[in-house]
């Protein structure tokens, strides 16, 4: 059993105590971070295949604008592209942060050494400087033909979408803790659950909402299928 111990409450509970029922003691995990008054700035990325025959494969014949025989040719033309879209979609979940290192590494003079990014796996990067990148007033740029090694694999090709969308100011956290608001957004607190998540995805290996520490791994003393099986500890991502 885990130790437990009383801290001095910050934030107040609102709510009067329950009159009815019996009272429990709960365990709880809680991370101490320390932010700072910055306003982050919001990028979409859009990740797709690039346009190089040594990566992606070819079209089907409807897709590259012929037209299909037959309803079943088109039904199974059809039914081939949102496999195939759905396939890519899984091999992002697996390795966009791949991806997205891949991009920094290529691009010094846009994603400075000094930069401190945030990528939630999906489409959205946060970054503590605007990027000076080359289309739409700054705003936007597109990144062709980007080779990525992928872990596991062969290199792959890509095509990134780059736009900014929004800044975010994260002061109102201080704000909130100095009682001078009542209340932190949702988009606010989505953001540093993002950060929390991306820190550890560097040093843990991550599945669900967990994360593993594969150095604490130990064999459990016996064997099945002559493979030893081991059991990893793992920290737990913060629950809003």
């Known amino acids: 059993m885990a130790e437990s111990e009383v801290h001095k409450t910050i934030v107040p509970q609102k709510m009067a ?119 739409g007033g700054g705003d936007e740029q597109v990144f062709n033909n980007l080779k990525v090694d992928i872990p596991g694999g062969r290199p792959g090709f890509f095509k990134l979408k780059v736009k900014r969308v929004d800044r975010v100011d994260l002061s109102e956290v201080t704000s909130f803790y100095n009682k001078k608001t009542g209340d932190i957004s949702e988009r606010v607190l989505s953001i540093f659950e993002m950060v929390f998540r991306f820190m550890c995805t560097g040093p843990y290996e991550s599945y669900q909402r967990k994360f593993f520490d594969m150095s604490t791994r130990r064999p459990l003393g016996f064997k099945v299928n002559t493979n030893q099986i081991e059991w990893s500890g793992f920290v737990c991502l913060p629950v809003q």
Do not use: M
Request: charged share 25%; glycine share 6%; aromatic share 8%.
């Open 17 to 135: 105590p329950g009159k009815i029922g019996r009272q429990v003691h709960l365990l709880a995990n809680f991370y101490k971070i320390t932010t700072a008054d910055v306003v982050v700035v919001h990028y979409d990325v859009e990740i797709t295949k690039a346009e190089n025959e040594r990566f992606a494969k070819k079209p089907p014949a409807a897709a590259a604008g012929g037209k299909p025989k037959t309803e079943a040719e088109a039904a199974a033309a059809a039914e081939e592209a949102e496999e195939a879209n759905k396939a890519f979609v899984r091999f992002l979940a697996r390795c966009s942060n791949d991806i997205i290192k891949a991009l920094v590494a290529a691009n010094q003079a846009i994603f400075s050494k000094d930069l401190q990014y945030v990528w939630d796996g999906q489409r959205n990067l946060y970054t503590t400087k605007l990027l000076k990148l080359s289309g």
